[in-house]
Nanobody, 116 residues
Framework: QVQLVETGGGLVQSGGSVRLSCAAS????????MGWYRQVPGKGRELVAR???????DYADFVKGRFTISRDNAKTMLWLQMTSLEPDDTAVYYC??????????WGHGTQVTVSS
């Protein structure tokens, strides 16, 4: 299986930047795609960005070019560089991985709070 641990969250002012990291361990050769999701209390978890086995990146519309997702070739690390943060970006951000066979794994999340 795969274990995911997110770091890098915290408090940032509007317009600031945060870089989230996700450390992956386990059966890494089975990972097909990885991504970042976020969730606000009372709302469902939504996709922020994902990157597949061909290194194709996909972003939610609300990103508007502000974020960049990346990973290393061994799939041991996943990053989300977020710039021009807004209060609406406040959420718990989760690392996500899909392995061959469609099994999904989630990290426990890291809180990002953007103040006005």
């Amino acid at each position: 299986q795969v274990q995911l641990v997110e770091t890098g969250g915290g408090l940032v002012q509007s317009g600031g930047s945060v870089r989230l990291s996700c450390a992956a361990s386990g059966r890494l050769f089975q990972v097909y795609s990885m991504g970042w999701y976020r969730q606000v209390p009372g709302k469902g978890r939504e996709l922020v960005a994902r990157i597949d086995s061909g290194s194709r990146a996909d972003y939610a519309d609300f990103v508007k070019g502000r974020f960049t997702i990346s990973r290393d070739n061994a799939k041991t690390m996943l990053w989300l560089q977020m710039t021009s943060l807004e209060p609406d970006d406040t959420a718990v951000y989760y690392c996500h991985a899909v392995v061959y066979g469609a099994t999904e794994y989630w990290g426990h999340g890291t809180q990002v709070t953007v103040s006005s």
